[in-house]
């Protein structure tokens, strides 16, 4: 059964109606590389300061500043080495006139000392590999230091009760070392959401198990599975469900612990009743055609628990490709507003399509593209064959998606035209 245009709805209005049923989850305490991309709960305050004391920045020695006014490679200052210091250790004795500390990286500066003279800057031969360190009782410095010169400060990366990650921010490779470096080994972060996936139909079969006549394997529940996990979820499979009610009601079922139920066949006009029976029986779903290609037939709507909560549904239509570009439209961003990051969406370039694409229906075509970028910095689109929905290979090459507006009925060579990235490694 065709639908009329004007009976489908707009990609941001199914996008919208989705994200409204969903809220930021509840937060639970993570150990720190597994909060890697998820976002901070609360605020994290610095319980100390870092560096927690004054710090060489360099090999060489502690002096007084004063003591090396004037030195040159010709006339040099020579001090009295009074003692070693390596980093972990400190000093009390004061560092006096006319006195140097040879000192190690990271080491604690000595009372009385205000500058590190670099061993280049000294007599002392630079040690090879394998040799053991000079340890002279006087030191010749060939160059004035500076006061300051080569110490990191007590408190210069972070002072003691100072917020150094606020509530909100997404842990990245450089929040971990941060929390790391005041010592915690687990953090308080907006919790994964669980995303339960179900395949249904007769034909369906596991991968791994011998397929029958008629039969086809599995792809959409694995490739939305690693899309969710890709986007910070945490993927329960629930396998396939025959078309039949009393399966498939208790496959959804498996998944009412879930913080989402997704979907795939089962959501078109042409589908079997019972599909869309239980869907409805369960829960309050709508059935939706969306002005895009692929992925037309969408169903939403919230499955009501024993317990009394509701659990968003989200149905895919069948078609592999139709299934990804779809979720990576509507699920995509249920998992961010669920995990509580700000929802930037995908990059949008503009690009020069080098082939023709024909928009046959008035609906958003979302056809599977590469996108290069050239030497003046301009990119340039190309398709990656034939975009049949079910030609699930087209989004194995493809690093982009054209937006070709409902409006425009074909994109020639050499038209700009509006592409959603992927997957990205240059710079944009």
């Not at 199914?14 to 409204?20: G, P, V």
């Not at 340039?380 to 982009?400: C, F, K, R, Y």
């Amino acid at each position: 059964m065709t639908v009329p245009i004007s009976d489908m709805i707009s990609v941001e209005e199914a996008r919208d109606r989705i994200l409204a049923f969903f809220s930021k989850l509840e937060p639970a305490d993570v150990p720190l590389l597994e909060a890697l991309g998820q976002v901070v709960a609360d605020d994290i305050v610095a319980p100390f300061a870092i560096p927690p004391a004054d710090n060489t920045a360099m090999d060489g020695y502690a002096v007084r500043a004063e003591d090396t006014t004037g030195a040159t490679e010709k006339e040099p200052k020579e001090l009295q080495v009074t003692a070693n210091l390596a980093a972990g250790y400190f000093l009390d004795a004061p560092v006096q006139s006319g006195e140097a500390v040879r000192i190690m990286t990271g080491a604690p500066m000595p009372p009385g000392s205000n500058a590190v003279v670099p061993f280049e800057e000294t007599d002392e031969p630079l040690r090879e590999v394998g040799q053991a360190p000079t340890k002279g009782d006087r030191v010749k410095i060939f160059k004035a230091a500076g006061v300051s010169a080569n110490i990191r400060f007590q408190g210069e990366d972070m002072k003691e009760g100072e917020t150094i990650i606020p509530a909100g921010s997404v842990v990245r490779p450089s929040e971990v070392g941060v929390l790391a470096s005041v010592g915690l080994e687990t953090v308080r972060v907006i919790r994964r959401p669980i995303v339960a996936i179900l395949s249904t139909g007769d034909e369906i079969t596991e991968p791994g198990k011998p397929l029958d006549r008629g039969h086809i394997y599995d792809s959409n529940a694995y490739s939305v599975a690693a899309l969710v996990t890709k986007y910070g979820g945490i993927p329960k499979l629930l396998g396939i469900a025959n078309d039949t009610v009393e399966d498939l009601t208790a496959k959804i079922r498996e998944g009412f612990d879930a913080d989402m139920i997704v979907t795939s066949a089962g959501v078109s006009r042409g589908d079997f009743d019972v599909v869309k029976d239980v869907l409805a029986r369960e829960g309050a779903i709508d059935f939706w055609t969306v002005r895009m290609k692929p992925g037309k037939p969408l169903a939403f709507g919230a499955f009501k628990t024993p317990d009394g909560r509701s659990v968003p549904h989200l149905g895919l239509p069948g078609n592999p490709v139709s299934s990804m570009v779809s979720f990576e439209l509507f699920g995509r961003p249920a998992i961010d507003k669920m995990l509580g990051r700000p929802d930037t969406g995908r990059p949008l370039l503009r690009a020069t399509t080098r082939d023709t694409i024909v928009n046959t229906d008035a609906r958003r075509f979302y056809a599977r593209c590469i996108v290069t970028q050239n030497e003046d910095g301009s990119y340039e689109a190309d398709l990656t064959g034939p975009q049949g929905s079910g030609i699930l290979t087209s989004m194995v090459w493809a690093n982009a998606l054209t937006v070709i507006p409902e409006d425009l009925a074909q994109a020639n060579p050499g038209d700009e035209i509006d592409v959603m990235m992927l997957d990205w490694e240059q710079p944009l």
